[in-house]
């Protein structure tokens, strides 16, 4: 068949698809008939066959183009995957999140080891020889964390008004999930960003904890952390863990090349990062609108804190059913 | 053919072209996504200004969803296209061709923390720059590729000549490049047209350069079947 036969043949299926893509897309979008939408499948396929057809003739290139934009904007449609978006986070909060955890054990606690690792040998030093802060942090920064924790101040956490919590709220949420997020993705620089983020916030937090001690500001300081620390550290921790997946598909891709071993790990550390986002949210909230109050006893804060702490890692780790 | 398209296979059996946009267009997309960004700021600051520190906490937490999930917002629920990429006719999809999906427009977009390193993106732009199909740091990751969004469709005309078969056997690949000669003649110049008939001269009839031109039209026209 020449070209101007099967064109003349043809022309009229490839028009009125046209027309149909133009419904179904773009600013003019209309709802289509349930008769409409059930001839699509067999529309596309005569196109893509068309297009075929057209391909192995070697007709003229303007004619192949014109279908193959045809074919992607078809294929565009009718595979774009319905998201059930509400039920998959209900289904990712309950279990997903654990799954996911459990699934990579023996990561979780390396992760683990290297963020808390660093943090406790510094601290245990600080505590030994209680100049060490200075010579890891700036003077000025050491004092404005005393006079933050000072048992004298009314507010915890940063001088404040009592009307700021919700500021603080923004804050924390804009810094501590930047955070995360940065410790996430920079793991794909062979996991090199993930852990200089992990063990530098493990040794910051270790030598404040362990000056705090010296100074004996402890009462404020520990009653302050221990509540959102449950769920911002360990957050901190698995967004670690999803930086080194990333990064170790690209140091030991296994089986696949680098490239598909890259694509595959961010898959699955992307779940993870889900939970990292939904941890740090509740961190900056518990942070902002609980540790930071003074009207609540130290004792309260710390059975709270503890229970918290329980109850996050058993909602990690208590074992789930496999998918 | 030297070209930037990508062919992917599509499990209707077929290959299509994929136009992958390159680093220029992506960062004029970039740069005008920017001053929105900056636009929306600033509107968002007189508004939640008057609100005092209850508002700069607000402030904070809009900040914060703008910077990490502005694109993916749009590139979900606008076709793979940010306002800047729209402008620009391109849009993010799957390396298979389908539209972009949640998780992998969220690890392209998260990662942008490491393309950015160590300032102005020049990871993701030394990466873009060795990647074959233009990929940022994130979108190898994510799988995600950025192309030219084809809309239009652009039919050639072939000028009506009187249809004769060609004086020597062509290949298939030779009737191709005459048909496309033929439909593009429109629109190159008179004379370029003549000078690429010219090309033509031991195997077409024709003394002058025009009566080549009609007797290729002429070919043209027989290839596509005007008998």
Known sequence: ???????????????????????????????????????????????????????????????????????????????????????????????????????????????????YGPALIIFALTLLNPDLIYSLLPHDQVASFESMYNPEQTVLGRERESDTDFYMFGHYIRNNIGIGFQTFATGILFTLGTLFFLIFNGIFFGVIAAHIINIKYQSTFFSFVIGHGSVELTAIVIAGMAGIKLGWALIAPGNFSRLDALKLSAQKAVQLMYGVFFFLLLAAFIEAFWSSSTTISNTVKYIVGASLWTLVYSYLLWPRSKV | MLDTNLRVEVPEGIAINLPLAGPVVRCLAFLIDLLIRIGVYLALGTVFGVMGIFGEGLMLICLFAIEWFYPVVFEIFNGGATPGKKLFEVAVVNDDGTPVTWGASIVRNILRAADMFPFLYLTGLVSMLLNGQFKRLGDLAAGTIVIHRKTYSHSGHLPEAKSHKAKVALTLEEQSALLHFGERSGQLSKARSLELADILAPVVDGQESSQRMAAILGIANWLRGRR
């Open chain 1, 1 to 115: 068949m020449r070209q101007q036969e099967f064109e003349d043949k043809y022309r009229g299926q490839w028009q009125a698809f046209h027309a149909l893509l133009d419904k179904m897309s773009g600013s003019h979008k209309t709802q289509l008939s349930h008769k409409e939408l059930s001839l699509f499948p067999t529309q596309y396929r005569n196109i893509c066959h068309s297009l075929a057809i057209a391909k192995e003739r070697q007709y003229s290139p303007y004619l192949v183009d014109h279908l193959d934009t045809l074919v992607l904007r078809g294929h565009q449609l009718f595979y774009n995957k319905r998201q059930r978006i509400g039920r998959r986070i209900f289904e990712y909060i309950a279990h997903g999140f654990a799954r996911e955890i459990q699934n990579n054990r023996g990561l979780f606690l390396l992760s683990h080891a290297i963020f």
